[in-house]
């Protein structure tokens, strides 16, 4: 989405001569200062500041504690009160962006259930009826990302917060193939009542959607008070 | 016990822009120069974030350098807009200076008299 500048080149070369407690650091601080809302190029340049930071007191031998007071949480916390946040322009092709990404995979997921129904009629999940309003429930398909952006930015954030080793692209991946797994048990749970009435799958839906919201607001919410409690030293 | 941070805070971010005004200078060589000057408790992470705010009121500008130790980092230079700055802040510190100076030295000297007396007495 944010086109790659000098700043993250240089970034990339610096982050990686840091080794030890001093790569731990800058990536505490980075994970840290990704789960506020800040403009992508004011955050890189923070960045590149912290890596050369850590960089010259790696060089240097000096312990990294120390330049940040024995507590860089409270470091970050002042750098994120003078950084530059994010547009709701920024915001919104965020969001614009991945909405057409889901969509586009959702359509994706639609054309193959149908491919696999017609290699295979007896898969039960795949009835006729269900390619017949394929439009229909590609509305609804599409009910979750709306509903589900906003939160799964937080999510993210947060489960990247929490697991500092995985990577954030991993989980997303993780999660579209989850989101792809319990649609396709959707499916087959509803199979009969879907032979009854069609219209009754997207209300399903919007239900279901609305309970995985809630879980993830609610741990979301837990979340946000460990990291309240327990964020970087 | 007197927290001498919360003294220091207020007048730390003149004395920045005083340091940068000498030279283009970086983080390191700042925090070198405060520490040498008296502020023994400054570290780098204290001043990074008052000089990311002093750059975004375009009281500093910064370009990227090479530092002695290798990694590029922001170098910084005063804007005119912080050259006025600095010198109200300077005027304000000379009268915030003046008085407190005024109201311990009257101490000092009602102090001095009543030893005097003593002795006298």
Not at chain 1, 132 to 144: M, R, T, V
Not at chain 1, 174 to 203: A, H
Not at chain 2, 63 to 88: D, H, M, Q, V, W
Request: proline fraction near 3%.
């Amino acid at each position: 989405m944010f086109r790659k500048t000098e700043t993250d080149k240089m970034l990339k070369q610096e982050v990686k001569q840091l080794r030890g407690v001093y790569k731990k650091t800058y990536r505490d601080m980075n994970i840290y200062l990704g789960s506020f809302s800040l403009n992508y190029y004011a955050k890189q340049e923070v960045l590149l500041e912290l890596a050369g930071i850590c960089l010259e007191n790696q060089k240097r031998n000096s312990p990294i504690e120390e330049v940040f007071n024995h507590n860089s949480k409270a470091f970050c916390n002042s750098l994120i009160e003078n950084c530059k946040r994010k547009t709701v322009m920024e915001k919104l092709l965020e969001y614009a962006v991945v909405l057409v990404f889901l969509s586009l995979l959702g359509f994706l997921f639609i054309c193959i259930a149908i491919e696999i129904s017609e290699a295979y009629p007896d898969f039960s999940m795949m009835e006729p009826l269900y390619i017949k309003q394929g439009s229909l429930y590609c509305s609804a398909y599409n009910l979750l990302p709306l509903l589900g952006i906003p939160l799964l930015f937080f999510f993210m954030n947060q489960i990247q917060y929490r697991f500092v080793y995985a990577s954030k692209g991993l989980l997303i991946f993780l999660l579209f193939i989850g989101y792809f797994i319990i649609n396709m048990i959707l499916q087959y749970v509803f199979k009969n009542i879907l032979e009854e009435s069609i219209l009754v799958l997207p209300i399903f839906l919007t239900i279901f959607c609305l309970s995985i919201a809630t879980v993830i607001l609610c741990y979301a919410y837990f979340a946000c008070q460990l990291k309240s409690n327990h964020g970087i030293q | 016990m007197f927290d001498k941070t919360q003294l220091m805070r207020g007048s730390l971010e003149g004395c920045i822009l005083k340091i940068i005004e000498k030279r283009m200078t970086y983080g390191y060589e700042i925090t070198e120069q405060l520490q040498q000057i008296g502020f023994q408790d400054i570290r780098e992470g204290s001043i990074y974030p008052i000089l990311l705010r002093l750059e975004r009121q375009a009281y500093i500008q910064s370009t990227l350098k090479e530092s002695p130790f290798g990694p590029k980092r922001k170098y910084y230079t005063i804007s005119e807009l912080g050259k006025a700055y600095l010198s109200e802040f300077y005027e304000n510190w000379k009268q915030v200076y003046y008085s407190v100076h005024t109201l311990f030295e009257e101490d000092d000297r009602e102090d001095d008299q009543h030893v005097q007396k003593n002795r006298n007495g």
